[in-house]
DNA sequence: CATTATAGTGAACGAAAGGTCACTTGTCAA
DNA sequence: TTGACAAGTGACCTTTCGTTCACTATAATG
């Protein structure tokens, strides 16, 4: 025992299926780029969709715990250039950090034919961005740091043009330097016309 | 002759390839589809291939000829309440038009494998709304209908969201009445921060 | 009417897919 | 030392895939 290939299954398949999809994406492939003959595979998954199961729950779980939970909440910014600094942090990650960028894609390929895709997708792409962002600007209106303003509409247009920009970079990586700085831009004038005068 | 068998498979091509992908579509089912066997499809097309390209020509032809050329342009709102009935038409034919939805399907599973894919699906996704709009909001702004600020960014800032909810209804399309009832509230919103005060 | 090209059929093929199984190897507990 | 078990191998099975091909029916052409 004190294997990890069974992890390792995982990380393999997020890497092909990512790339592939799901569809696309064959055990023999799979297997040989963890240096296993395929059958070696079945000694931990019983088949390729139970693979694609496992890797979801996986995908979920990480979701949840990193997302999910209220008190995960970043800090709210203490003013107004804090929220771009902030939000750059954040995209940098979200954005560099290979495996969620993978996770990304993989939800991006399977959304349309699995229904937990489907939901975890809609999470990653919109609504997860946009209820984390109303609490923020929640906290920024009640420090008077932006203008009283419905703050859920108010996170859905910052995030929304955010996430279109991290999908550009998921697409069309060369265009990754660009696009983080029509993110910090759009930041700023965001700021411009919603912060609150006379800070700052 | 006067068959039109060679396009039928195309429209049925991009069913599939919009539902499943194109790894995930085997031309038994495709012909079957079209009540042929699949041995008929190679009378019209010599490979899988040659049909997902003459496919992805079509798309983009269509996209060119539609959206490419700047003659096509809407006309520019004459008031505020314009800017949103325009902008609903638009999203309800985007959304419903069950051609313009697949092709957004199939851009949006087959964007990391074809580099012509991954072009046209950042004119669907991104530039294509944004450069319209910045025509759009240039007008505007001559009329003084919206506050002068860079065009640019105000269309970014506009479509995004739109187009990010455009994507929800592909997704998840029970959100569809939700969603398009988010996009007036938000194109709204939109005109209430940046509509030039004085117009009703 | 004879001819010829076109559209479609059905059987067959080789390759590749997902999956199974008998077997070997290495590790640990009794 | 031995037994048991988890991990990995390689041959093999079945199904399905994309593709080919000899053939037929049809409809237009000379």
Same mark, same amino acid.
């Given at each position: 025992?004190?294997?990890?290939?069974?992890?390792?299954?995982?990380?393999?398949?997020?890497?092909?299926?990512?790339?592939?999809?799901?569809?696309? =994406?064959?055990?023999?492939?799979?297997?040989?780029?963890?240096?296993?003959?395929?059958?070696?595979?079945?000694?931990?998954?019983?088949?390729?969709? /139970? %693979?694609?199961?496992?890797?979801?729950?996986?995908?979920?779980?990480?979701? /949840?715990?990193?997302?999910?939970?209220?008190?995960?909440?970043?800090?709210?910014?203490?003013?107004? #250039?804090?929220?771009?600094?902030?939000?750059?942090?954040?995209?940098?990650?979200?954005?560099?950090?290979?495996? %969620? /960028?993978? =996770?990304?894609?993989?939800?991006?390929?399977? @959304?349309?034919?699995?229904?937990?895709?489907? #939901?975890?997708? =809609?999470?990653?792409?919109? =609504?997860?961005?946009?209820?984390?962002?109303?609490?923020?600007?929640?906290?920024?209106?009640?420090?008077?740091?932006?203008?009283?303003?419905?703050?859920?509409?108010?996170?859905?247009?910052?995030?929304?043009?955010?996430?279109?920009?991290?999908?550009?970079?998921?697409?069309?990586?060369?265009?990754?330097?660009?696009?983080?700085? @029509?993110?910090?831009?759009?930041?700023?004038?965001? %700021?411009? %016309?919603?912060?609150?005068?006379?800070?700052?």
């Amino acid at each position: 025992m004190a294997n990890d290939t069974k992890e390792r299954i995982l990380e393999a398949a997020l890497e092909m299926f990512s790339q592939n999809g799901y569809a696309g =994406t064959n055990i023999r492939e799979l297997s040989a780029s963890l240096g296993l003959v395929k059958s070696g595979v079945y000694k931990h998954y019983e088949s390729k969709e /139970a %693979i694609w199961n496992a890797l979801l729950d996986q995908m979920i779980a990480y979701y /949840a715990d990193r997302f999910g939970s209220a008190d995960r909440l970043p800090p709210v910014p203490d003013s107004p #250039e804090d929220l771009t600094r902030l939000t750059m942090r954040m995209v940098n990650v979200t954005v560099h950090d290979k495996k %969620i /960028a993978m =996770t990304r894609k993989v939800l991006t390929l399977e @959304q349309f034919r699995d229904p937990r895709a489907r #939901e975890l997708a =809609t999470k990653h792409f919109l =609504t997860g961005l946009t209820d984390m962002f109303t609490r923020i600007f929640t906290g920024m209106m009640e420090k008077a740091l932006l203008k009283k303003d419905d703050p859920a509409m108010l996170a859905f247009a910052y995030t929304a043009p955010i996430s279109a920009l991290i999908h550009l970079c998921d697409r069309e990586p060369e265009k990754t330097d660009g696009a983080m700085a @029509q993110i910090e831009a759009f930041s700023r004038h965001f %700021i411009s %016309i919603y912060g609150e005068a006379g800070h700052e």
